[in-house]
T-cell receptor, first 113, second 113 residues
Framework: DGGITQSPKYLFRKEGQNVTLSCEQN?????MYWYRQDPGQGLRLIYY???????QKGDIAEGYSVSREKKESFPLTVTSAQKNPTAFYLC????????????FGEGSRLTVL | KQEVTQIPAALSVPEGENLVLNCSFT??????LQWFRQDPGKGLTSLLL?????REQTSGRLNASLDKSSGRSTLYIAASQPGDSATYLC????????????FGKGTSLLVTP
């Protein structure tokens, strides 16, 4: 079945450690996104990529990094520079074009101990 | 910047009722509007996508309307069921940036048996 796979679903991190969240899609979508969700704040855009080997910062990119070496993969690294990393992270993708529908993965919950 | 508002933040109805969820946005320059459903601890599931040239979309018991000039959309759920309990989010894709959606904070719906 076509879809977006995020892993791991749950992740615990000690302060000062970098962690990488995986996002893989088999929908043949060009555009991929990372959002962060916190209670009461809605979804906020971290990074997005519209094509392989290209990505742009979203509204809250500080403390995060991404890569887009393959069309189907868009991993997110939460670095030690991110001051408040505990959150629910959502990966999404869509085909390019004005009418592209956005699809989401199941999310990854990161907790900093 | 495009602001998306969903009122009420929470809603509780008895099973079988028809209900309407509201979404408003501040700038009518949009490519499309999308409604999502989110169950606790899960990713977002796309329900309906309305292009800017359309007035409404229907899927089963769901009907979404769009009045772009007034900056409003409604999601109508007919004959509500306990399984409809979830958080419903709307999002708009703004013109000209268009690269990512602006989300509302959602309406948390509880349908009681």
């Amino acid at each position: 079945d076509g879809g977006i796979t995020q892993s791991p679903k749950y992740l615990f991190r000690k302060e000062g450690q970098n962690v990488t969240l995986s996002c893989e899609q088999n929908l043949n979508h060009d555009a991929m996104y990372w959002y962060r969700q916190d209670p009461g704040q809605g979804l906020r855009l971290i990074y997005y990529s519209q094509i392989v080997n290209d990505f742009q910062k979203g509204d809250i990119a500080e403390g995060y990094s991404v890569s887009r070496e393959k069309k189907e993969s868009f991993p997110l690294t939460v670095t030690s520079a991110q001051k408040n990393p505990t959150a629910f992270y959502l990966c999404a993708s869509r085909r390019t074009g004005a009418d592209g529908e956005l699809f989401f993965g199941e999310g990854s919950r990161l907790t900093v101990l | 910047k495009q602001e998306v508002t969903q009122i009420p933040a929470a809603l509780s109805v008895p099973e079988g009722e028809n209900l309407v969820l509201n979404c408003s946005f501040t700038d009518s320059a949009i490519y499309n509007l999308q409604w999502f459903r989110q169950d606790p601890g899960k990713g977002l599931t796309s329900l309906l996508l309305i292009q800017s040239s359309q007035r409404e979309q229907t899927s089963g018991r769901l009907n979404a309307s769009l009045d772009k000039s007034s900056g409003r959309s409604t999601l109508y759920i007919a004959a509500s069921q306990p399984g409809d309990s979830a958080t419903y989010l709307c999002a708009v894709r703004p013109i000209p940036s268009g690269y990512a959606l602006n989300f509302g904070k959602g309406t948390s719906l509880l349908v009681t048996p």
